[in-house]
């Protein structure tokens, strides 16, 4: 299964930096906040293949005693349904993943469009 999302998590990344796919932010699913302390400041949606995906970074406590925690964090890809609720994940720590989120934060920012204007 890990070799068929990686091709997938591949794919979204060439459509993506290719323009073919286009991100959006949206609200978080509510089954992904509800009942947790996760924190997650971004979440970006986009349709492909007729399916919707989300991609998110999830910041969350881990703890190392009762009272003691540190926070980590983790890129996690999804399939969204109609009802906006997420209803599969990914969340292994992959390059090509990491790659995905900063490529759709990249071309969201509109930073290529800033840069464009000052030179």
């Known amino acids: 299964m890990s070799d068929n999302i ?5 794919q979204l990344n ?8 286009i991100w959006r932010r949206d609200d978080v699913p ?15 949606s986009a ?6 995906f989300g991609i998110y970074e999830e ?6 005693d009762v009272d003691e925690f540190y926070w980590l964090s983790q890129v996690v890809i999804c399939t969204v349904d109609h009802s906006n609720l997420e209803v599969w994940k990914y969340n ?5 993943l ?3 989120y900063e490529n759709i ?9 800033i840069i464009s204007k000052l030179i």
């Open 98 to 100: 990491n790659d995905l």
């Open 105 to 113: 934060r990249y071309k969201q920012s509109g930073i290529e469009d």
């Open 59 to 64: 910041k969350y406590k881990y703890y190392t």
């Open 92 to 96: 292994d720590r992959l390059s090509v």
């Open 47 to 52: 349709e492909f293949n007729g399916t919707k």
């Open 30 to 44: 509510y089954n992904v906040t509800h009942g947790s302390d996760s924190y997650i400041p971004l979440f970006y």
């Open 14 to 21: 060439r459509h993506t930096l290719n323009g073919t796919i």
């Open 6 to 10: 990686v091709k997938l998590i591949t």
